[in-house]
């Protein structure tokens, strides 16, 4: 009901068709990602149906959520592909907003709300929104003022009102303020730095700093910039190298001042007030004075979306780099024409696009960044250049591509394989579970790699089946029989890609989908057999 207002009159009947209308195009289109993207990432036109549908794009997404929302382990292709596409949609609207606040004056300081739209962008199917973060901070400001009233029942700030930006003048009454700020975000709420997990991007999503009660020097600070102002206290931001701070005035209004007129404030460290030379101290290097300056909202968004692009480019597991692409669509969005991120980005989308089943598209992508560079820095030629040569050589590549591969278990060829595609498994020396979705009767990587991998160490070295698996830290890999056993206590894989290759968890294997039974069109019988005759073994031995 949030959609509709109360004094608008509504056709219910009518609302009710055109629901039902989206939730029909909703569906059909979700059934056909799977045919048509099964062997590729759903590529950059991909959305292209989703993007001329008509009628309310809000009913469309509440088709989607409807989708998520079915039966826990029935449907996972359909929630696998309703999950890509409600992201993508949530992605565009909120990049589109970000945008426009981007085109916003520069005395126009709202750092909560750019810092929200970072958030939503990389956490699109979370429910979060600045209206709900900004009451959140209103709680803990209502708990600040009461504190503030046992110190000074008089205090100007106990008269303002939520939304009204006015300011204190003494600094006795601002300090009053702070220390009220500091007992309750540090002591009674128990806010801290995390120095314990301090590289982890949950500490730049200020939904997250919230739930968490932790965050990183910049999400400290913009946490603690927000509620000093809403009681008056005018702190700004300070872009300092290593640890962003707030830097409260002490000078006479209208004076010229200095970098020595400031108290500077560690939000990441409970609210310490440091001078000059303990800010140096903190970092452990010499500083000029312009480090010390106050910085516009930009310049604060860059540097949050500038951490999390360096997380993203240290991501080890998520072989998607979700993080990373939706790190570098921010910083581009803000300064278009980086000419080293638009360089990261094509080798990004190339390194996507040189799977065999990822997508074409990507490379036309790729293309159209690398011109765009070129046109913006010729002196990038000789990169430029390289990666040019080599998308094109996939090009080819793409073209003299055949049609599906079918392998037949019942083939002379697979008489070694023993697994199929669906069973849950254990690693034998390295203990993780995983699910199979493809095997190969010898081991089909190259030479560099099985020299890497130390395979010609096993028993049965690189000639012997190996399997394509699932594991559930989120990671893929390329598993050897020998060191592959059923697991006889199976569970549920957490890969955000099984519902990519499998419609259903039955509680002891995965159901391919049809797109993989295509691939594998007697493995199924096959499972069924294994299963059988594990939990057949299994009663023997409980008896």
């Not at 979060?128 to 009461?146: F, G, P, Y």
Request: hydrophobic fraction near 35%; include cysteine.
């Amino acid at each position: 009901m949030k959609h509709y207002s109360p004094t608008d009159y509504v056709n219910w009947l009518e609302e009710y068709k055109v629901r039902q209308k989206a939730g029909l195009e909703a569906r059909k289109i979700v059934a056909s990602f799977s045919k048509r993207f099964f062997s590729e990432h759903v590529p950059c036109n991909g959305f292209s149906d989703i993007e001329n549908l008509e009628g309310p794009e809000i009913f469309f997404e509440d088709e989607l959520v409807c989708i998520l929302n079915m039966e826990g382990r029935k449907a996972l292709t359909w929630k696998y592909y309703a999950k890509k596409i409600l992201y993508y949609l949530r992605q565009q609207k909120i990049l589109n907003n970000l945008k426009a606040f981007l085109q916003q004056p520069d005395d126009y300081e709202s750092y909560l709300e750019g810092a929200v739209y970072i958030d939503q962008y990389c956490n699109p199917l979370s429910d979060i929104s600045l209206k709900d973060i900004q009451a959140q901070i209103d709680n803990i400001v209502e708990l600040v003022c009461k504190t503030l009233r046992g110190m000074n029942s008089r205090h100007p700030s106990l008269a303002f009102k939520a939304g009204e930006s006015s300011m204190i003048m003494e600094i006795e009454l601002q300090s009053q303020v702070l220390d009220a700020m500091n007992y309750v975000l540090y002591d009674q709420l128990k806010f801290k730095g995390n120095r314990m997990d301090y590289y982890n991007a949950l500490n730049l999503y200020m939904h997250q700093v919230l739930i968490r009660r932790t965050g990183i020097p910049i999400s400290m600070s913009l946490l603690y910039l927000t509620i000093a102002r809403q009681l008056g206290v005018p702190l700004e931001p300070v872009n300092f190298p290593s640890h962003f701070l707030l830097r409260w005035c002490q000078g006479a209004e209208g004076a010229t001042l200095d970098i020595f007129d400031y108290i500077y404030i560690d939000a990441f460290g409970k609210g310490k007030q440091l001078t000059v030379k303990e800010c140096e101290y903190l970092i452990g290097q010499h500083v000029t004075a312009a480090l010390y300056g106050v910085v516009n909202v930009k310049k604060v968004l860059q540097r949050m979306v500038g951490n999390l692009l360096s997380l993203g480019k240290r991501e080890g597991i998520d072989q998607s780099y979700q993080l990373l692409r939706d790190s570098l669509d921010l910083y581009l969005a803000m300064y278009p024409d980086q000419v080293q991120l638009l360089l990261l980005q094509a080798r990004l989308y190339f390194h996507l696009g040189i799977w065999p089943e990822k997508s074409f598209c990507l490379v036309l992508k790729v293309l159209d960044i690398l011109q765009h560079i070129q046109t913006l820095d010729p002196g990038q030629h000789g990169a430029v250049g390289y990666l040019v040569q080599h998308t094109l050589e996939h090009i080819e590549r793409k073209k003299e591509e055949v049609g599906v591969e079918v392998k037949l278990r019942s083939h002379e060829k697979h008489r070694d394989v023993c697994y199929s595609i669906g069973l849950i498994m254990k690693h034998k020396r390295y203990g993780y579970n995983c699910v199979i979705y493809g095997w190969d009767p010898t081991c089909m990587m190259g030479h560099e790699w099985i020299r890497n991998m130390n395979v010609h160490s096993l028993p049965h070295g690189h000639h012997q089946p190996f399997y394509n698996v699932l594991v559930e830290d989120g990671s893929c890999r390329y598993a050897a029989q020998e060191n592959l056993e059923y697991n006889v206590e199976p569970q549920e894989i957490s890969h955000p890609d099984v519902g990519r290759y499998f419609s259903e968890f039955t509680g002891t294997h995965y159901i391919p989908n049809a797109e993989l039974e295509i691939r594998y069109p007697e493995d199924l019988e096959s499972v069924y057999e294994t299963v059988q005759n594990i939990y057949s073994a299994k009663k023997e031995d409980i008896e």
